[in-house]
């Protein structure tokens, strides 16, 4: 189509059979029909319906139109899956690390179109979708290798001529679902280690990232996965998303492996648990950040600033609680403040320097605005913050035209006590909670009482209270003289409390949620040999030394 303009990503999509919308996209952009992939071919949904996928930072920026899946589609993809499953888990594991390993040079390849593609279906700085495809190649770099390990052990029997072993082994087809706010690591999270263990996947993709996943499922075949091992559908939560969590009652879903809110993930649990299924589980979390009098103040603030701010808030891992020692508090707040006054905001495309860019979308703008509603209502004092950003209403660092997306104002609210619900309740956008603590007893307590339990941090320059810290606090992750965010790619991640079931992603620890434990004994006596019964008795010498004497 004349005028368009084509990245090399956009180009490989289109190859791949995509074809051109006629819309009349701003800045010459390229709209696609989207389809899903269902054991390596493009489908529609069964009865032909769409959603629209939009950039949040230009809103009449539309990317294309995706299949709107129905129980039909999340079934064939099923099917596949576990059609897929006997060749795939007995393919060779250094074979499919090898393959997972191809993956991540494509991705190397095509990181900058990713990265810019990225940006614009979610509005992410391209910094930071930078950073988030490099997490993406951690993940396939790091588990190209555990293909030559997935070590099993061989153990000692206690009878004679006996041989005792342990195997991984996959759990069979895995159901994903992530949110759109790590498009590209977390899915790569789940289904890298998902398939380095023999496992098959049905991916539903999240609602606002669409093509985005449709390329990196592209990638992902590209680089030499066979097809029905990975299957993406397309769709909403409340449909796809909830069809693949019915088919675990159907018995046709082995894993669920979910990101995304406290209460759909409390329902996936529910719906696993019942069936004996496994599942992981990563939820919200309200992150605690403390700061001491002994901390490096500058550099304290740079690290609450970029927890809280960064990505407009829209991590997991974001600040939620400032927890400030009173001795420090209005130093502190007043450094902090200059900073948050003079933020830079704005569509980063088309911005250099911005600190963040829209809201992932329309809906999480909605929520956030709602959410935040309870810090007022509950008593706490707005120190910035006046909600959505329009030309009338907008902070002086931001830049662009504010009604071509959905952009936020920071929030700060101060005076915030542990018996408010804004202290329990996680925001998830660019809004900050300001707690003020008596004593370092006061801020782990504080630290500790939300329900969640995922990232956590302090900055502290005295050894005892850092090491106090780490062993007092309930969560997945701690900071020293760091932010809550930024979990590296080979570390396991994950929370504890309302933040997840224990489960980890990443690293080695994440094979444990994706293979099962087989113990084999192979028996070469050729007789019947009673494990605990027939086992040599050992005697007990009487003890020659007269103890009692030498006392
Ligand atoms: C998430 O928000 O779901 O630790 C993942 C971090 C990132 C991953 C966040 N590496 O902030």
């Known amino acids: 189509m004349e005028g368009i303009e084509l990245d090399c990503i956009m180009v490989h999509v289109l190859e791949a059979g995509l074809t051109f919308l006629e819309a009349n996209n701003p800045k010459n952009r390229p709209s696609v029909k989207g389809f899903n992939i269902i054991n390596g071919q493009l489908a529609d949904s069964s009865d032909g319906a769409t959603f629209e996928s939009r950039n949040p930072a230009l809103l009449n920026d539309v990317l294309g139109a995706f299949p709107l899946s129905t129980k039909v589609d999340v079934d064939a993809a099923l099917d596949a899956a576990h059609a897929a499953f006997p060749a795939w888990s007995a393919t060779p594991a250094p074979t499919r690390g090898q393959i997972i390993g191809n993956m991540g040079r494509l991705l190397m390849e095509h990181k900058d179109d990713l990265v810019r593609l990225q940006a614009r279906e979610i509005g992410k700085t391209l910094k930071e979708c930078g950073g988030e495809i490099q997490e993406a190649i951690d993940t396939c770099l790091f588990f190209q290798s555990e293909g030559r390990r997935l070590y099993g052990q061989t153990v000692n029997s206690e009878l004679p001529d006996k041989e005792l072993f342990t195997y991984r082994r996959p759990l069979g087809v895995c159901g994903i679902i992530n949110a759109c706010n790590f498009p590209s690591a977390v899915p790569f999270w789940k289904m890298i280690p998902a398939i380095m263990c023999g496992n098959t996947c049905v991916w539903k993709s999240p609602q606002d990232s669409p093509l985005l996943s449709f390329a990196l499922a592209r990638i992902m075949h590209q680089a030499g996965l066979p097809d029905g091992v990975i299957n993406l559908v397309h769709g909403k939560g409340s449909g796809a998303g909830q069809h693949l969590i019915n088919a675990v009652d159907e018995g046709r879903v082995n894993k669920i492996s979910f990101t995304g809110s406290t209460a759909v993930g409390k329902m996936i649990g529910e719906v696993c648990g019942r069936n004996l299924v496994s599942c992981s589980l990563e939820l919200g979390g309200k992150n605690p950040l403390v700061i001491m009098p002994s901390a490096n103040l500058e550099n304290a603030v740079e690290g609450a600033y970029w927890a809280g701010f960064g990505t407009a808030g829209q991590r997991c891992t974001s600040l939620g609680n400032l927890i400030i020692h009173k001795d420090i508090y209005d130093e502190f707040v007043a450094k902090l403040m200059d900073k948050v006054r003079s933020t830079l905001i704005g569509d980063s495309l088309e911005h250099e320097g911005v600190l963040y860019g829209s809201m992932l979308s329309e809906k999480y703008a909605k929520d956030f605005l709602e959410v935040i509603q309870m810090c007022e209502q509950d008593g706490a004092t707005k120190?910035?913050?006046?909600?959505?950003?329009?030309?009338?209403?907008?902070?002086?660092?931001?830049?662009?035209?504010a009604e071509d997306g959905v952009f936020m104002w920071p929030h700060v609210y101060a005076g915030v006590t542990e018996d408010m619900r804004c202290f329990h309740e996680e925001m998830f956008g660019p809004a900050i909670t300001l707690v003020k603590a008596d004593d370092f007893e006061h801020g782990l307590h504080l630290a500790n009482a939300s329900p969640y339990g995922l990232s956590s941090a302090i900055y502290t320059n005295d050894r005892l209270e850092a090491y106090r810290f780490k062993t007092g606090i309930k969560a997945g992750m701690t900071g020293i003289n760091n932010s809550t965010t930024g979990a590296e790619a080979h570390l396991p991640f994950g929370g504890v409390k309302g933040s997840g079931n224990g489960t980890r992603e990443s690293g080695i620890w994440v094979i444990e949620a994706y293979s099962y434990w087989?113990?084999?004994?192979?028996?070469?006596?050729?007789?019947?040999?009673?494990?605990?019964?027939?086992?040599?008795?050992?005697?007990?010498?009487?003890?020659?030394?007269?103890?009692?004497?030498?006392?």
């Not at 120190?383 to 035209?401: M, Q």
């Not at 050992?538 to 003890?543: L, N, P, R, T």
């Open 518 to 551: 087989h113990a084999v004994n192979d028996e070469l006596s050729g007789k019947l040999q009673l494990a605990q019964m027939d086992v040599d008795e050992i005697e007990m010498v009487e003890a020659e030394v007269r103890w009692d004497e030498l006392v």
């Open 383 to 401: 120190l910035f913050g006046e909600g959505r950003i329009t030309s009338d209403n907008k902070p002086s660092g931001f830049v662009g035209t």
